[in-house]
């Protein structure tokens, strides 16, 4: 009875009770979100400033484009009110929604991350080798995730689940703009300070070449990568990242996001790095992870999307990608950390409350 839609979408819908009530599916009614009847209209022009949001953000601080576009999908269009309706009379279809709005994170964040990590690329913004090596890792966990949870993961859980691991790296990256923890980042400070100075003769009107003074690759083995950024030298241990990306592309795919909130932590704190290089580094790394993810959900386990919103997000994840690079290098180091812990905190605690308790202690409620 519906064959302009997915086969798992339609089977879903097929599957679920029809009449005007609550979790059930009103023929009578205009279609909305997925095509399905009595579904969420949701309004394009509020979908293309989000985005336009979702792109800078992600794009500045190389974290919570997917968190946003997330906020955005379950709160903001109304999916996850939507979606929790069929909880009790049609689990299978809360499912799918739930699905759905994952996987539509991750198209917005992929599109950010292509973008982003170019601009950076060309800024001299971005450890190359260090965001193939989690790249390399995050291949296998997120195909893995996808065929495992796609259709087992309720949008209860999943909100939970989403708010908890926010809160967590939260509270962890709050720890690292304490005095105790920038005791720990002697040779990212020391690089951010060169770059800010950098900047600051740029604004006075000097003419520096951004990317002479960027990362520059000094020796390559399989068991150390030694850099330099405006200066100061670096190294890592590419075998560590590869673990590392496997694990966080994992915990991306089962949360419908990029991982750029795990990747940030990790690039500051086990790398080491200025958070001048993680934006360009994480965004390389979760462009890999969101294709295989991307691809894994659609193809494999056939994941539907609601093609006229994606289309008008990726519009504004490209006006937001393209503004973010430029504009993040004015930024203090500092409070490019602050910003991450603010949404952190927010995004945390609401889901969190949301999932577990059910009902959210911070607004929209």
């Known amino acids: 009875s519906h064959p302009a839609l997915a086969d798992r979408l339609g089977e879903a819908i097929a599957q679920a009770p029809k009449g005007e009530g609550a979790g059930m599916i009103n023929e009578g009614a205009a279609k909305g979100y997925l095509g399905i009847p009595g579904a969420p209209q949701i309004n394009l022009i509020v979908g293309f400033f989000w985005a336009i949001w979702v792109g800078w953000i992600f794009s500045t601080v190389g974290a919570f484009g997917g968190i946003m576009a997330g906020v955005g999908h379950i709160t903001v269009y109304g999916l996850g009110n939507y979606a929790s309706t069929f909880k009790k009379t049609s689990p299978v279809l809360n499912k799918v929604l739930t699905d759905s709005i994952r996987v539509s994170n991750q198209w917005l964040v992929g599109t950010s991350a292509a973008i982003s990590s170019f601009n950076y690329w060309k800024m001299g913004r971005l450890v190359l080798p260090l965001g193939l090596a989690l790249a390399i890792g995050s291949i296998s966990g997120s195909y893995l995730v996808p065929v495992i949870t796609a259709g087992k993961i309720s949008l209860?859980?999943?909100?939970?689940?989403?708010?908890?691991?926010?809160?967590?790296?939260?509270?962890?990256?709050?720890?690292?703009?304490?005095?105790?923890g920038q005791a720990k980042k002697k040779k990212a400070k020391e690089a951010a300070k060169a770059f800010q100075e950098s900047v600051k003769k740029q604004k006075e009107g000097a003419q520096i070449d951004e990317s002479e003074l960027g990362v520059k690759v000094r020796s390559f083995s399989l068991t150390r990568v030694v850099f330099t950024?405006?200066?100061?030298?670096f190294s890592f241990n590419p075998l560590i990242p590869v673990v590392g990306g496997f694990f966080i592309a994992a915990i991306a795919s089962f949360l419908g996001v990029g991982g750029g909130f795990l990747l940030v932590p990790f690039l500051t704190s086990v790398a080491g790095l200025p958070m001048y290089l993680v934006a360009g580094t994480s965004a390389l790394a979760v462009l890999i992870g969101m294709i295989t993810s991307i691809f894994s959900?659609?193809?494999?386990?056939?994941t539907p999307v609601f093609w006229p919103l994606i289309g008008v997000e990726l519009l504004g994840i490209i006006v937001g990608s393209v503004i973010g690079p430029r504009t993040s290098k004015y930024i203090p180091d500092i409070w490019?950390?602050?910003?991450?812990?603010?949404?952190?905190?927010?995004?945390?605690?609401?889901y969190t409350t949301k999932g577990f308790l059910g009902y959210s202690i911070l607004p929209p409620f």
């Open 297 to 302: 959900y659609m193809f494999v386990k056939g």
């Open 156 to 180: 209860k859980q999943y909100i939970g689940y989403f708010g908890l691991f926010v809160l967590f790296l939260g509270c962890y990256l709050f720890y690292e703009t304490t005095p105790a």
């Open 229 to 233: 950024f405006y200066g100061v030298e």
């Open 336 to 350: 490019l950390k602050r910003l991450f812990v603010v949404l952190a905190f927010y995004v945390g605690i609401r």
